[in-house]
């Protein structure tokens, strides 16, 4: 599988809400021409592939952010699962308080 190094991952990060909708949606708003082709670069980085972007085109535009998409939360989501799976989170696990111990009874 092909992967996005740290700093790519970061990069992306703050387009996370327009890449999330772009896939769960399939709609997109605009992120301005420089970030798309940003965007390009970074995936052409990663995966080798050319995508030519047409910065004026919205379906153009939308299917590169749901290649991204769907390659940048497959990544997360399994480095996630993995710090899950290992433990490495450092948050504390709180127990949840049933209902009638939250209201004091």
Known sequence: MTKFTDEQ???????EPSL?????SG?????GSRATLEMA???EAATGEKHPVNVGCGPCILGLMKRVGSMYFAQKDAKESGKERSGADD???????KKSERNGK
Request: proline fraction near 0%; aromatic fraction near 12%.
């Open 9 to 15: 991952m970061a990069r992306l990060a703050q387009w």
């Open 27 to 31: 709609w997109a708003r605009g992120i």
């Open 41 to 43: 670069g970074i995936y």
């Open 91 to 97: 948050g504390a696990k709180v127990k949840r308080a």
């Open 20 to 24: 999330r909708t772009a896939v769960r």
